[in-house]
């Protein structure tokens, strides 16, 4: 029993912490870091002692505590016991027996047969008195507290729980259902076992984890310390389910369509590249499932969808991750007004689902989700924000640019005039000036309808307005949560608007002095073009043999878990985000 003697000490120790008449020792969510660190610290002497207001355990802490932990393993192993169990057979969740026990009155307890219970789940926090012990213990359901008293439980296992339990364990317990004194609903042990020992001990429980790159990067540790962050995770969840249950309540089907693909199409986008050995060729990750679902409805389906992760090999923002999850959907014999009523239905629906409401506040903005929402065309948005009618440019991009260079001198804004030179085509001018001015500023739900043909190559030409797509995206609190179309279903148009697309890309990537001699100095760059575009050629060989009047909408899903959860960053909704390599 050599190896108990440290603790013993630290319980000693501990109990002289506070006043001599009440002899105990208290640890809570990771005071057990600060207090293994002082048991280990007294044990040789006192030295170097650490306050338990420390707020942060350091790397040597850390390792000390590893090393006594990994020390009780052995110990537990030595006495027959394996730390690290195959089972636990549980009756209740916590949440159950809070349901189930909402009756019961202070210091009463129930020990009727039915009433012996058996849970399981980790210890976030430890209070001991003397022949006493407090244990709270949190499942995935919540929390509930542990009530052991020496005399109850069998053999020595009081003493193991005070010297070889640790905050963090994992742990299974026996026993009936009692409130105490002050009405804290607990499970009177009989008698326990430690199902996983923990090896690190988690965050402190004041301080909690806060170093928002290290949230990201151990997010298991981050929803252990942070419960709220696990309860993101469930309202995800929650979206999700409403989503398909949504659509597939107006008959959609779900569909699977390819990650790796031959050719990256569906938006313009810098893609991940991979080899496949046994093909001896490139692949794709997709950057959209667009096309393959267009191909579904040319097989004969009239309602798809897909929710799926997509792949893009550009920027990291808050709003951005290489990969993110959408719902695209496809319905034959529509137009992109049925798209605007399914956006309304599955954003109200899943705004109700997780938030009970349809006024939600995102970061300090009160949001109105109560349909029908605002919509109003790109050209009407500009003309109100700046005064411009770019509808009396024709194709007069000279005129147009000049025209938009005085708005933005009288705005005053700080905006960046050298991509209003760099706009090719008086489309690309107006869809410029859209996102610089007024995508910033359109907080409530708000349909953008009839965008420029040459920004949209997807998309059926507008059947009133020349030089216009029957195209739409929805923003809310300034962000693209969906965009849609009246699908484009001509297959020469199609041919013609891809083919259109390459050369643009070619022309801006020749543009940038890139070649394949300097595109790997290119290749870590944000704004890297140097990525080749082709034809699906197959997709426009689909569309020939004839696909249905169609329409089409993609939403993200991500963006709209952050509105529904109040969440600033989008790695706060991505359980495990992609992060740059830590030096």
């Not at 630290?10 to 002899?23: E, K, M, V, Y």
């Not at 001018?429 to 190559?457: A, G, H, R, W």
């Amino acid at each position: 029993m050599e190896a108990l003697q440290p603790w013993k000490q630290l319980i000693h120790f501990a109990s002289l912490r506070f006043r001599p008449s009440s002899s105990f020792f208290i640890v809570r969510c990771c005071s057990s870091t600060t207090t293994e660190v002082t048991g280990r610290a007294a044990a040789a002497g006192g030295r170097n002692r650490r306050s338990s207001s420390g707020t942060s355990t350091s790397t040597s802490d850390k390792e000390a505590i590893r090393a006594i932990r990994i020390k009780k393993v052995e110990e537990l192993r030595s006495n027959g016991l394996e730390p690290y169990a195959y089972k636990w057979d549980r009756t209740h969740s916590a949440s159950q027996l809070q349901e189930i026990y909402k009756n019961l009155g202070n210091g009463e307890e129930s020990k009727s047969e039915n009433d012996y219970v058996s849970i399981s789940g980790r210890i976030v926090a430890r209070r001991a008195f003397g022949k006493l012990a407090f244990l709270t213990l949190r499942d995935d359901s919540g929390m509930i507290q542990l009530y052991c008293e020496k005399e109850r439980l069998l053999g020595d296992q009081f003493d193991q729980l005070k010297t070889l339990v640790d905050i963090g364990d994992i742990l299974g317990a026996n026993g009936s259902i009692k409130r105490t004194e002050k009405g804290e609903l607990s499970v009177c042990v009989n008698s326990f076992s430690i199902l996983t020992k923990s090896l690190l001990p988690l965050p402190d429980k004041y301080h909690g984890l806060t170093d928002i790159d290290k949230r990201y990067r151990q997010r298991y540790v981050d929803m252990i310390a942070n419960p709220e962050v696990a309860d993101t995770f469930r309202k995800r969840a929650k979206i999700v389910s409403e989503i398909r249950q949504s659509v597939e309540s107006f008959g959609f089907l779900e569909v699977e369509t390819p990650v790796l693909q031959g050719a990256a199409g569906g938006a313009e986008a810098s893609p991940f590249i991979t080899f496949h050995n046994s093909l001896g060729r490139d692949l794709y990750l997709r950057i959209a499932t667009e096309l393959h679902l267009k191909r579904m409805l040319v097989g004969g389906f009239e309602k798809v969808y897909e929710i799926g992760r997509i792949f893009r090999n550009e920027g990291i923002s808050t709003r951005h991750n290489p990969e993110f999850t959408t719902i695209e959907m496809y319905e034959a014999y529509s137009d992109y007004e049925s798209m605007m009523n399914m956006a309304e239905e599955i954003v109200t629906r899943c705004a109700l689902a997780v938030n009970g409401k349809l006024r939600i506040d995102y970061q300090g903005v009160e949001i109105f989700l109560e349909r029908p929402w605002r919509r109003e065309t790109m050209h009407n948005l500009v003309k109100e924000a700046t005064g411009i009618d770019f509808i009396n440019f024709g194709d007069d991009l000279k005129a147009a640019k000049e025209h938009t260079r005085k708005a933005i001198d009288i705005l005053g804004d700080d905006l960046d005039k050298s991509s209003i030179e760099a706009c090719s085509s008086v489309g690309h001018l107006l869809n410029e000036v859209f996102e610089m001015v007024v995508e910033p500023k359109l907080l409530q739900p708000t349909f953008v309808l009839d965008y420029p043909i040459e920004i949209s190559p997807l998309a059926k030409p507008h059947r009133r307005h020349s030089g216009l797509t029957e195209r739409f995206e929805l923003f809310i609190c300034g962000r693209e949560m969906a965009n849609a179309f009246s699908e484009l279903t001509d297959p020469l148009d199609q041919r013609r608007r891809l083919e259109e697309q390459v050369r643009q890309h070619n022309e801006k990537k020749a543009a940038s002095g890139l070649n394949k001699a300097d595109a790997k100095e290119q290749e870590n760059k944000d704004d890297d073009d140097s990525y080749e575009v082709t034809l699906d050629e197959d997709f426009l060989t689909a569309l020939e043999y004839g696909m249905p009047p169609a329409s089409g909408m993609g939403l993200g899903i991500d963006r709209l878990v952050m509105l529904l959860t109040d969440s600033p960053s989008i790695r706060d909704v991505i359980a495990f985000p992609v992060l740059k390599i830590q030096q």
